[in-house]
């Protein structure tokens, strides 16, 4: 069993940044390849950014492409997504998974969800 535990979300200005943390527990964190994703309200959760275990290789959304970073420190049992450029339409809650197998941008393919942390961008 893993347990997440996203965290660093809030209200910011669009332009602006912020950098939000999954801290994991409860397995080989290395051996994960770990996935953000987003869900605005009335609106799927959708597929942001995803590492491998390694950290070696990464993906992202279109719609994030140039202003997201994901990175890990599989010391720390850590995952980052840095948000820079901040557009109103990102405003969310942000959520860190386990991938399991399969295609990257399905959410059907994550196991062990954390709880969220939201982003509000304001104008």
């Known amino acids: 069993q893993v347990q997440l535990v996203e965290s660093g979300g809030g209200l910011v200005q669009a332009g602006g940044s912020l950098r939000l943390s999954c801290a994991a527990s409860g397995g080989t964190f290395r051996r994960y390849n770990m996935g953000w994703f987003r869900q605005a309200p009335g609106k799927e959760r959708e597929f942001v950014a995803v590492?491998?275990?390694?950290?070696?290789?990464?993906y992202y959304a279109d719609s994030v492409k140039g202003r997201f970073t994901i990175s890990r420190e599989n010391a720390k049992n850590t995952v980052y997504l840095q948000i820079n450029s901040l557009k109103l339409e990102d405003t969310a809650v942000y959520y860190c998974a386990v991938h399991r197998s399969g295609r990257f941008i399905d959410t059907r393919n994550y196991d062990y969800w954390g709880q969220g942390t939201q982003v509000t961008v304001s104008s």
């Open positions: 590492i491998t275990g390694d950290g070696e290789v990464t």
